[in-house]
């Protein structure tokens, strides 16, 4: 049977496709969220899920992290993370306030060191492509492409 190509195969693969980058970017994503989640829980015992006094189980790291980060990544007020996360306001500053700390402890040996001769010229060199010499990527411009 010969087989028919119209626009229909030709969508259903398109789709494939997004779904496949989309499920990768997910995947991707989980992973580093999972990544800071035990390092951060190894580094700060808050993160750390308990039994309360009635003995059920607290709040889990990952409730404590994803509060943490969507905070951050999207600056909402504590307030709105309870409606999403079931987590109080006080202890989802409390929360970010410990995760930042942690982060910082835990990863600043790697990514907030000093930059080095080559770092400074790769940097440089950007800058000059981007129509910014003499500039190290400045966080005010880094969203224009």
Known sequence: MKKVHD???????????????????????SSITTLLMYRVENHEPYFVQRR??????????????????????YGVGADLI??????????????????VKAVILIFRDVYLRSPNSNGIARLLAIGVKQGFPYMLRSIDYMHWK
């Open 52 to 73: 309360n006094a009635a003995k059920m189980f607290g709040l889990s790291s990952l409730q404590k992290v994803t509060a943490a980060l969507r905070i951050l990544a």
């Open 7 to 29: 626009h229909r195969s030709f969508s259903a693969s398109n789709d494939m496709r997004l779904l496949g980058e989309i499920l990768w970017r997910i995947t991707y994503v």
């Open 82 to 99: 309870d409606e999403y996360i079931r987590i109080g306001e006080t202890t989802a500053i409390k929360g970010m306030k410990l995760f």
